[in-house]
């Protein structure tokens, strides 16, 4: 299993200096969101972030993607010309920075207009997969429940196992979250249920400066790791009021079971 954390990278010295504390307590790669590669902006701007990465110390081998607010995906103000355009930029910049993996979580929740036919927005959703599926050359798409929020297709994890499962894309595989309320029981019970499909773990830390998340979690995690085959990625993805100091603690705690 790889351990990463999500990260806010912009280029900048300090930047790449918190790469370093990541990688000195454990941090074997890190996972930005695709809003750092600057889809709709002047491509200097990209071009600056890309030698940034270069430099860094540690590689960003999976990034969050969110789609931009202007860009809706789900509903009747579709654009899928812009939107087509966007997906085949965002993921040919994710491959030329050498991550192998985009992942679409709850955290980056597709807003869906409200009384919005479950069957049509499912079948959006359906036709956008196709379509960077189309386009991920060597990228997997990691898309996880909850994603057009509570009620809404997918729902839960056997919502997102059928509609993969239908979709049919190899291209197109699961992520499994959890957060500190929940713990790990519920991922390490399901990752066995999806081996197939499982392609990525999140782990959301209590957005909360008081909060020590590095106190019984790493026993979780050797749990995860003894009950379950999956040996892929397991990305920390602290909140940005998350404690640093809390999280490094955390990470290096974890990377010591993974030596």
Request: glycine fraction near 8%; charge should be negative; charged fraction near 20%.
């Amino acid at each position: 299993m790889r351990l990463g954390s999500g990260v806010d990278f912009k280029g900048t010295q300090d930047d790449l200096e918190r790469l370093q504390a990541l990688a000195e307590a454990g941090c074997q790669y890190v996972q930005p969101s695709v809003s750092c590669l600057h889809l709709q902006s002047d491509p200097a701007d990209y071009y600056a972030v890309r030698r940034a990465f270069h430099r860094a110390c540690v590689a960003p081998e999976v990034f969050s993607w969110v789609m931009p607010a202007t860009m809706p995906v789900v509903g009747d103000e579709v654009n899928w010309r812009a939107v087509e355009k966007y997906v085949a930029l965002l993921l040919d910049r994710v491959e030329e920075l050498g991550a192998t993996t985009i992942a679409l979580g709850r955290l980056a929740r597709l807003p869906m207009p409200s009384g919005y036919p479950h069957d049509d927005a499912t079948g959006q959703l359906r036709y956008l997969m196709n379509m960077a599926a189309d386009y991920a050359g060597t990228v997997t798409i990691a898309l996880g429940p909850g994603l057009l929020g509570p009620v809404a297709p997918l729902a839960d994890l056997h919502d997102a196992v059928d509609f993969l499962r239908e979709l049919g894309r190899p291209e197109v595989r699961l992520l499994l979250e959890s957060d500190a309320a929940v713990g790990l029981g519920p991922v390490t019970e399901q990752a066995d249920d999806t081996g197939d499909l499982l392609h990525h773990i999140h782990w959301i830390p209590p957005d909360d400066q008081g909060a020590e998340p590095e106190v019984g979690f790493p026993a979780q995690f050797a749990d995860l790791r003894q009950a379950s085959a999956y040996d892929g990625r397991f990305t920390i993805l602290a909140g940005p009021t998350a404690d640093h100091d809390h999280a490094l603690a955390l990470l290096k705690a974890m990377g010591q079971l993974l030596q």
